[in-house]
């Protein structure tokens, strides 16, 4: 497979949520490549300049920790977003990516999957919405709906709804007006239990 079309995209469960309208640019925009079983798609610590959809297969994300103990982070099914690390200018992919089984995988620039996805510009969307420093953590602006959260990361809305309350309850985020506070240290605690 060198393109996928709209009816290709419709049949993944974790796009459900996508209009057609946003699915036919999203599939005019993908780039398609295949990887064979256990071929590396990006490393952990590599410059992250795409975000790639699983169009078929499984891929397999795992972080490289002390003395080079790998830990699974994630098996994802196809429809899954991942390499969302790239959205942030000049930041590394936190894990490796590799094909558990064959793939077939797109990929694109967050510039332009953010200007499929949102009203604005990337680089408004840069300027206004990304991550800002905060006296009291990170600020996050982001405009997105928890059903938008859930089919960017391939979780029900639900989920999204569950982890956010949940970080708030235990103040690893809390709101500053419109904006969401991320407390750097209590999230990096989680991290590393995850790890």
């Known amino acids: 497979m060198n393109s996928v079309d ?6 993944l469960k974790n796009l459900a949520g996508f209009s057609a ?23 952990q610590g590599d410059d992250a300049k795409l975000v790639y959809l699983l169009l078929s297969g499984v891929a397999k994300l795992s972080y490289l920790g002390d003395h080079e103990r790998e830990a699974i982070v994630s098996l994802l099914p196809a429809g899954r977003f991942f390499g969302l690390d790239s959205i942030i200018p000049q930041s590394h992919y936190a894990c490796r990516c590799e094909a558990f ?9 967050p510039k332009i999957l ?5 009203v604005t510009s990337y ?8 991550a800002v420093f905060h006296p009291s953590g990170i ?9 938008l959260l859930a089919n960017l ?11 956010l309350n949940e970080f708030d309850h235990d103040r690893i985020i809390f709101r500053d007006g419109r904006c969401i506070i991320i407390d750097p240290e209590k999230l990096q605690k989680i991290l590393t239990v995850m790890a």
């Open 6 to 11: 709209t009816k290709n995209l419709q049949q």
């Open 21 to 43: 309208t946003h699915l036919k640019k999203l599939a005019d925009k993908l780039s398609v490549e295949t990887a064979a079983k256990n071929e590396i798609v990006f490393d």
């Open 101 to 109: 089984e064959d793939c077939t995988i797109g990929s694109i620039t």
């Open 114 to 118: 953010i200007e499929l996805f949102s």
């Open 123 to 130: 680089e408004a969307f840069l300027k206004g919405y990304v």
């Open 139 to 147: 600020s996050i602006a982001l405009n997105l709906s928890h059903e």
């Open 153 to 163: 990361v391939g979780a029900s809305r639900q989920q999204v709804t569950e982890y």
